[in-house]
């Protein structure tokens, strides 16, 4: 962990680099997509939404590996709500998002179905007593998640509507640099910010679910962000749905092969129900005009802002 004298400079420096570094991202991702004649909506699916997910992996898994199931977990819950709502509501707001009907149909379906798994998965403790078999369900959902986005992406290939936008090794190095800064930058931030709450003596779990997971999500906004601002509306969705597609499958596919994740626990499990009507929520949204509004954006930021105020004093008016 860094001093906490270097905190603020290196959360200045985490969101130069977030910058500078999702810009490149955008760029690159676009114009390789353009090139190749691939959807830039199977390559943010993918590609950016692996990379932007990178950050989660490894607070999650490295968290796992130390036994702490809260950071683990409460990362993955505050980060998808975080993607969803915070990530989607402010990019919606720099420019109003447009929603392909592939969205609708193929990419909206497998994010809920993730959500879906899991909700069941911790209810029968395939997260916490059978750990293990929950993690190697988990992955082996995540391996045809892949292999049906790279058929997609074949099938979606045009090679006659290639455009020529420089040399493709040339925009796969811009991707690469891109992701690199996005994932130094957040990793800035997140050591910063654990930093500063460890100094005020914040729970570990609150931590979790709102600052670390905020600033794992930093990444895909600060991509979504800035591909709204560009038109790249694919961009600016794709990165989200495949970040949360990855984060729950992958991530905690693998942290489950390492630990009980504590799941089952009725704080982990009220949180997990709230992922999925949060999800739900989001559907009439994307149906209307195929497309998420500024008004919309206001609205995704306000429900995001009670979802924190609940988890940091909700929870114990409930339970």
Known sequence: MIPITLAIPAFI???????????????????AAAQLGVSTLVISVLLVGFGTSAPE????????????????LGNIIGSYVANLLLVLGIASIIRPIKIQKRIIKREAPIMLGAIFVLLVASYFGLLDKYHLIGGVIFLVLFALFVYFFICCAKKERDNSKKINTGKTAKNIIFIILGIIGVVAGAWLLIESAVCIADFLGVPAFLIAISM??????????????????RGESDIAVGNVLGSNVFNILMILGVAALFIPLNANATESLSHIVIMLILTLFIFPIL????RISRAEGVIMLGIYSVFIWYTFFGYQLFF
């Open 212 to 229: 670390v997971a905020v600033g794992t999500s930093l990444p895909e906004l600060v991509v979504s962000s800035m591909a709204s601002y």
């Open 13 to 31: 420096i985490g969101v130069i680099f977030l910058w500078k570094g999702s810009d490149t991202l955008v760029q690159g991702t676009s114009k």
């Open 287 to 290: 149906y209307t005009g195929h």
């Open 57 to 72: 992996f490894a607070i999650s898994v490295g968290a796992a590996y130390q036994a702490n199931s809260d950071i683990s």
